[in-house]
């Protein structure tokens, strides 16, 4: 229903795969090719990695804080797998949608080097899957994160989503350095 510790886990994996392939792709880039942009108006590849991590970030952000309201939590409802599969729609089509500024890298998002972002990134990975393990059991059935468009979810469902936003900008990243190169 709202996930359990093997599905959790099993996310997690694939979240952690992609950002490993995404990192060995990154780090062969040469300081240059990582900040640059392919054409004008079009992000580069150091933006798109932030983006996705700062994505991560304050979606850890925001469930840690949730959690310490728990009297506010909503109960798991099954209308949020419309609200999953909405952005499955959306990540999987052309469709084009501005980052909410907090993560749009066109505001003025602090861009990390490849070696900080890896090193954040993986703190932050610890981080988040210790919050998840902590919590699931008392609140995996409740809807602790929001996605800024599709709604309430719980954690699984958020790790459902990060992992169909990374394997979106991954696409995208590989675009990016195939015109650079």
């Given at each position: 229903?709202?996930?359990?510790?093997?599905?959790?886990?099993?996310?997690?994996e694939?979240?952690?795969?992609?950002?490993?392939?995404?990192?060995?792709?990154?780090?062969?880039?040469?300081?240059?090719?990582?900040?640059?942009?392919p054409?004008?108006?079009?992000?580069s590849?150091?933006?798109?990695?932030n983006?996705i991590?700062?994505?991560?970030?304050?979606s850890?952000?925001?469930?840690?804080?949730?959690?310490?309201?728990?009297?506010?939590?909503?109960?798991?409802?099954?209308?949020?797998?419309?609200?999953?599969?909405?952005?499955?729609?959306?990540?999987?089509?052309?469709?084009?949608?501005?980052?909410p500024?907090?993560?749009?890298?066109?505001?003025?998002?602090?861009?990390?080097?490849?070696?900080?972002?890896?090193?954040?990134?993986?703190?932050?990975?610890?981080?988040?899957?210790?919050?998840?393990?902590?919590?699931?059991?008392?609140?995996?059935?409740h809807?602790?994160?929001?996605?800024?468009?599709?709604?309430?979810?719980?954690?699984?469902?958020?790790?459902?989503?990060?992992?169909?936003?990374?394997?979106?900008?991954?696409?995208?990243?590989?675009?990016?350095?195939?015109?650079?190169?």
């Amino acid at each position: 229903m709202a996930g359990s510790m093997k599905q959790i886990h099993h996310q997690f994996e694939k979240l952690e795969l992609k950002k490993k392939a995404l990192m060995n792709l990154i780090t062969l880039l040469s300081d240059e090719k990582y900040t640059q942009q392919p054409s004008t108006g079009s992000w580069s590849v150091a933006q798109a990695a932030n983006h996705i991590f700062l994505s991560e970030q304050l979606s850890t952000a925001y469930i840690r804080k949730k959690l310490s309201y728990p009297d506010t939590l909503l109960p798991f409802q099954i209308k949020s797998w419309g609200g999953v599969f909405l952005i499955k729609l959306a990540l999987w089509s052309n469709y084009k949608r501005k980052a909410p500024v907090a993560i749009n890298m066109w505001e003025q998002q602090t861009i990390l080097s490849q070696t900080d972002l890896e090193q954040h990134w993986s703190k932050l990975r610890a981080d988040m899957i210790t919050l998840i393990e902590k919590h699931q059991e008392a609140f995996g059935s409740h809807m602790v994160y929001r996605h800024p468009f599709a709604g309430r979810m719980t954690m699984h469902q958020m790790l459902i989503f990060l992992n169909d936003h990374m394997a979106h900008h991954i696409k995208q990243i590989n675009r990016i350095v195939s015109k650079i190169d």
